[in-house]
């Protein structure tokens, strides 16, 4: 049964990193492109940042351009995403996808991911003022 689980989120004053963790169970994370999206109270769920297999290439949305960074814990068959110059606006619960493609078009990806399915209960990020 394949899995995705959520961890790190917590609470942390503005302008505070947190690190989230994406680790799989039932697949090999580093065969798919995998994403982080969040919502946040009130809105639309997002997609924030992906990448690609191998490492090859990364996309954020310009809400967290230069403060987030993606990438892969090998390790633990995991993705992370390394968070900082928090802000409050990114208060939102983080999940995170994984998806097979052939070419790597990160919008389009994150739109077929956003509505592959059900989503899990990610983790929580507050970030106070």
């Known amino acids: 049964q394949v899995q995705l689980v959520e961890s790190g989120g917590g609470l942390v004053q503005s302008g505070g990193s947190l690190n989230l963790s994406c680790v799989a169970s039932g697949l090999t994370l580093n065969h798919y492109a995998i994403a982080w999206f969040r919502q946040a109270p009130g809105k639309e769920r997002e997609g924030i940042s992906i990448i690609s297999r191998g490492d090859s290439d990364t996309y954020y949305t310009d809400s967290v351009k230069d403060r987030f960074t993606i990438g892969r814990d090998l390790g633990r068959n995991g993705v992370y995403l390394q968070m900082t110059g928090l802000k409050p606006e990114d208060t939102a619960v983080y999940y995170c996808?994984?998806?097979?493609?052939?070419?790597?078009?990160?919008?389009?990806?994150?739109?077929?991911?956003?509505?592959?399915?059900?989503w899990g209960p990610g983790t929580q990020v507050t970030v106070s003022s």
């Open positions: 996808r994984a998806r097979y493609y052939t070419q790597f078009y990160p919008i389009q990806l994150l739109s077929q991911m956003a509505s592959s399915g059900p």
